[in-house]
């Protein structure tokens, strides 16, 4: 690929207080290239635009600028952080296509790959892992919304994921404009783009953004495509009209409850077969009315927050099969069967609070808003969690993280005390007392 | 534990390069130009092809000078071909219509799979066919597959025969157009070149940005969907050519 700005120079550009020096080009695609360049001492990403996407895309600009001045909603956005255009000095110097802009943001550590990596089979990710990085992404959009700004364009394409933490980072923020105002060209990607708005019917916003929300989160649970059942497979050449087809006029969810033409073929769509029923039905619930009756009514998609709840309660009653050490996601006080080994699942230990209702098993996590109703789930800073012995992994412990003593009340009537960065062993407990209200644990 | 073994079902898009091996590609080193062009495109066309976890990429190659033989006979994942790739050899006439005959009995079901995503067909020449053209050109287009298939034509130099080549791309959709000068104009600028006229590459470096938007930009639109500006109204071509890049006006000319 050939780079548009010169790399190795140093440029002068409007929009920063400093000279930027281009590293290397990283990568490019249909809109422009991105580069890592050095501002100061720090490393940063620049992304330039093609004149053709600038002419396009009248209010490219404007929506930049309305973006730095709005501030990232939330971390898991590479948000930009300058508007960028050469100087009359540095056009004078370089080549560069006149009239030509580009802004900066954070470089994304190179830990965090794309989302496509997961979806294709090529990554080691837990389900716990995947499962956060949902809740991530649902939190992004929820922050989002809030501050009324809508994505417009999202996809697999601009999701990169952590693996070993389940953490985000979405990309290309630059379709990010004022919901309702529309000013912008892009409408999205087929396969993600609600139908509304790939028939024409709709320019995109919040609304559809839920819909290309509910896809994504379950192309991330399953490993497959949410409209791609036996009306796929009725398609030979799966080209645009096909996908108009299928993702426009005739959508329908693999797992509609009433609709059934769509089912997923056993071994074409093997994938969703095998990862559906992982979930819990509220889980499963949520998807069925943003692909059921919200594909043709926009107004009852499935809101941000309730993803939120839906996904944070599915990590909290998270245990392990003891025949198989699998990840399961059925309730912990209800006996049932693993979905990896088919073996009847022992009814698990599990800590209660005041809003929450925890499985006992490791890595599970307890967060301020299983004790404050009116907190909303956030999983960045768990209060504790839970961990394996050492020496003995089915001795399990709950580690105290956060800054005060909590006091253990244990089965013979004793009490000890659990001091910040302490674990409590789960065998003689019976309660613990903390600050934020007391903790149950319900055998 | 992990996430359960599975992976998205994965549709064939199949990548076919039609090389022009006449002698007249020996000269000014434009065989060796097209070999380079083509391995140094492999790398980016594999990194789409990971990209988009619903797509097989298979490339395969014909070469014609007397006659149109298979040059990689057998659909090969993109991934694979990086370290396979054989040089082509100039020498003799130039069989285009029987090249495409060749093709078009590849793209017959079978063995041509039942479902598949549109293919790619990249037709590269410096020259006009010396053999019935039309009726490859007939037979190709007989079969389904072909119809839906991107069908791209790269013309190196200035010999090359620019309406046969527009007859393989068939009809520009903008009424009245021919075969586009080469240039360096860039996307979205008035008379932007576009992927359904030939393009011309007249020195090396141009053909090399062809082959890589050809294997890497139009890979990806054919096999997966691309983010759509505008309006979304029905597209004219069953698949939306991305723009071509910005090219560099060349040093080397032939």
């Known amino acids: 690929m050939t780079a548009l700005l010169p790399l190795g120079t140093t440029l002068q550009l409007e929009?920063?207080?400093?000279?930027?020096?281009?590293?290397r080009l990283l990568g490019g695609g249909g809109q422009g290239q991105v580069y890592e360049a050095e501002y100061g001492k720090e490393r940063v990403a620049l992304k330039w635009y093609f004149?053709?996407?600038?002419?396009?895309?009248?209010?490219?600009?404007?929506?930049?600028?309305?973006?730095?001045?709005?501030?990232?909603?939330?971390?898991?956005?590479?948000?930009?952080?300058?508007?960028?255009?050469?100087?009359?000095?540095?056009?004078?110097?370089?080549?560069?296509?006149l009239g030509t802009f580009g802004y900066m943001m954070g470089l994304r550590p190179a830990d965090f790959v794309g989302a496509h990596e997961?979806?294709?089979?090529?990554?080691?990710?837990?389900?716990?892992?995947?499962?956060?990085?949902?809740?991530?992404?649902?939190?992004?959009?929820?922050?989002?919304?809030?501050?009324?700004?809508?994505?417009?364009?999202?996809?697999?394409?601009?999701?990169?994921?952590?693996?070993?933490?389940?953490?985000?980072?979405?990309?290309?923020?630059?379709?990010?404009?004022?919901?309702?105002?529309?000013?912008?060209?892009?409408?999205?990607?087929p396969g993600f783009m609600a139908p509304e708005v790939l028939l024409g019917q709709a320019r995109p916003g919040t609304n559809s953004d839920l819909f290309s929300l509910a896809v994504l989160l379950f192309r991330l649970l399953t490993r497959h495509d949410p409209l791609k059942g036996s009306l796929e497979l009725q398609i030979r050449c799966l080209d645009e009209p096909a996908r108009r087809r299928l993702y426009g006029e005739d959508p329908v969810f693999i797992f509609d409850l009433l609709d059934e033409r769509n089912r997923p073929d056993p071994i074409e769509h093997a994938a969703a077969l095998l990862t559906w029923p992982i979930y819990p039905a509220q889980l499963q619930g949520l998807f069925q009315q943003t692909l059921g009756v919200g594909m043709r009514e926009p107004g009852r998609r499935v809101y941000t927050g309730q993803w939120k709840t839906a996904l944070a309660r599915t990590l909290d009653q998270r245990r392990l099969c003891p025949a198989c050490g699998q990840e399961v996601f059925t309730q912990a006080d209800q006996s049932s069967l693993c979905w990896?080994?088919?073996?009847?699942?022992?009814?698990?230990?599990?800590?209660?609070?005041?809003?929450?209702?925890?499985?006992?098993?490791?890595?599970?996590?307890?967060?301020?808003?299983?004790?404050?109703?009116?907190?909303?789930?956030?999983?960045?800073?768990?209060?504790?969690?839970?961990?394996?012995?050492?020496?003995?992994?089915?001795?399990?412990?709950?580690?105290?993280?956060?800054?005060?003593?909590?006091?253990?009340?244990?089965?013979?009537?004793?009490?000890?005390?659990?001091?910040?960065?302490?674990?409590?062993?789960?065998?003689?407990?019976?309660?613990?007392?903390?600050?934020?209200?007391?903790?149950?644990?319900?055998? | 534990m992990a996430f359960p073994n599975v992976q998205l079902s994965k549709r064939p898009l199949h990548f076919i390069y039609i090389c022009d091996c006449s002698g007249?590609?020996?000269?000014?080193?434009?065989?060796?130009?097209?070999?380079?062009?083509?391995?140094?495109?492999?790398?980016?066309?594999?990194?789409?092809?990971?990209?988009?976890?619903?797509?097989?990429?298979?490339?395969?190659?014909?070469?014609f000078s007397h006659q149109a033989r298979w040059h990689v006979a057998e659909p090969t994942p993109v991934e694979q071909l990086q370290n396979e790739w054989v040089d082509l050899q100039a020498e003799g006439l130039t069989a285009m219509g029987d090249a495409l005959a060749l093709v078009a009995a590849a793209l017959r079901t079978p063995p041509m799979e039942?479902?598949?995503?549109?293919?790619?067909?990249?037709?590269?020449?410096?020259?006009?066919?010396?053999?019935?053209?039309?009726?490859?050109?007939?037979?190709?287009?007989?079969?389904?597959?072909?119809?839906?298939?991107?069908?791209?034509?790269?013309?190196?130099?200035?010999?090359?025969?620019?309406?046969?080549?527009?007859?393989?791309?068939?009809?520009?959709?903008?009424?009245?157009?021919?075969?586009?000068?080469?240039g360096d104009r860039l996307p979205g600028e008035p008379n932007a070149r576009s992927g359904r006229r030939p393009l011309q590459a007249s020195n090396a470096t141009t053909l090399a940005q062809y082959i890589q938007w050809a294997s890497t930009a139009v890979v990806g639109s054919a096999s997966m969907p691309v983010s759509q500006v505008g309006s979304p109204s029905p597209q004219q071509a069953n698949v939306p050519l991305p723009d071509l890049p910005p090219t560099v006006i060349g040093q080397v000319v032939w």
């Open chain 2, 24 to 63: 007249s590609m020996q000269a000014n080193g434009k065989m060796q130009a097209l070999n380079q062009a083509i391995r140094q495109s492999l790398p980016g066309m594999a990194d789409v092809a990971r990209q988009n976890p619903e797509a097989r990429v298979l490339v395969r190659a014909v070469s």
């Open chain 2, 114 to 182: 039942q479902r598949a995503l549109p293919p790619v067909l990249v037709l590269i020449s410096d020259g006009a066919p010396t053999d019935d053209f039309e009726a490859g050109l007939q037979t190709l287009l007989r079969e389904p597959w072909a119809q839906k298939a991107v069908r791209l034509a790269i013309a190196v130099g200035h010999d090359a025969d620019l309406e046969t080549l527009q007859q393989f791309i068939g009809p520009e959709p903008r009424s009245g157009a021919t075969a586009a000068a080469a």
């Open chain 1, 340 to 443: 990896a080994c088919g073996q009847m699942l022992p009814s698990t230990p599990r800590f209660k609070t005041v809003r929450g209702d925890v499985a006992a098993a490791a890595d599970n996590e307890l967060h301020r808003h299983h004790f404050d109703s009116l907190v909303s789930e956030c999983i960045d800073h768990p209060l504790a969690s839970i961990e394996a012995h050492p020496l003995k992994a089915s001795v399990l412990g709950l580690k105290n993280l956060s800054s005060e003593t909590w006091t253990a009340e244990l089965e013979n009537g004793e009490s000890s005390s659990v001091h910040p960065g302490q674990r409590c062993n789960l065998n003689l407990l019976v309660r613990l007392r903390t600050s934020q209200g007391s903790i149950d644990l319900i055998r």
């Open chain 1, 51 to 97: 004149p053709g996407c600038i002419s396009k895309d009248r209010g490219l600009d404007q929506r930049l600028r309305e973006c730095i001045r709005a501030t990232s909603p939330n971390p898991s956005f590479l948000w930009p952080i300058a508007l960028l255009s050469p100087s009359v000095e540095t056009l004078q110097q370089h080549s560069i296509p």
């Open chain 1, 118 to 189: 997961h979806v294709g089979g090529h990554l080691q990710i837990s389900l716990r892992h995947v499962l956060r990085a949902c809740f991530f992404l649902a939190e992004a959009f929820h922050e989002l919304h809030l501050k009324g700004l809508c994505y417009k364009d999202v996809s697999l394409g601009n999701l990169f994921l952590q693996p070993q933490t389940g953490r985000i980072l979405i990309c290309d923020n630059d379709n990010v404009d004022i919901d309702g105002r529309d000013l912008g060209s892009a409408v999205g990607t």
């Open chain 1, 15 to 23: 929009g920063i207080s400093g000279p930027l020096r281009l590293i």
